[in-house]
Nanobody
Framework: QVQLVESGGGLVQAGGSLTLSCAASTTTFTIVGGGWFRRAPGKQREFVAFLSSVGRINYADSVKGRFTISRDNAKNTLYLQMNSLKPEDAAEYYC??????????WGQGTPVTVSS
């Protein structure tokens, strides 16, 4: 069974940076695009960023100019580079990857904590 393995979360001071990774556990699932979402305690899951299979990118207004979504085809991995982190960015971050058939799978989540 294919899984998405997320990594890169952790504790960072406000203003710091983290890079989240989302890799498929097998080569049978080719990541051609996908998105990142987050859920803070007591809040609903919200959209963060999306990268389509043809390279179109969308960001939530709250992260524009600070976060960058990208994909490494050779590593079959989706990334989220997060700069200038704010306490309000603290949440569990989830990736959702898409393959050429349009199938999608979710990662298990990785926590991001931002201290003020």
């Amino acid at each position: 069974q294919v899984q998405l393995v997320e990594s890169g979360g952790g504790l960072v001071q406000a203003g710091g940076s983290l890079t989240l990774s989302c890799a498929a556990s097998t080569t049978t699932f080719t990541i051609v695009g996908g998105g990142w979402f987050r859920r803070a305690p007591g809040k609903q899951r919200e959209f963060v960023a999306f990268l389509s299979s043809v390279g179109r990118i969308n960001y939530a207004d709250s992260v524009k100019g600070r976060f960058t979504i990208s994909r490494d085809n050779a590593k079959n991995t989706l990334y989220l580079q997060m700069n200038s982190l704010k306490p309000e960015d603290a949440a569990e971050y989830y990736c959702n990857a898409i393959n050429p058939s349009g199938d999608s799978i979710w990662g298990q989540g990785t926590p991001v904590t931002v201290s003020s």
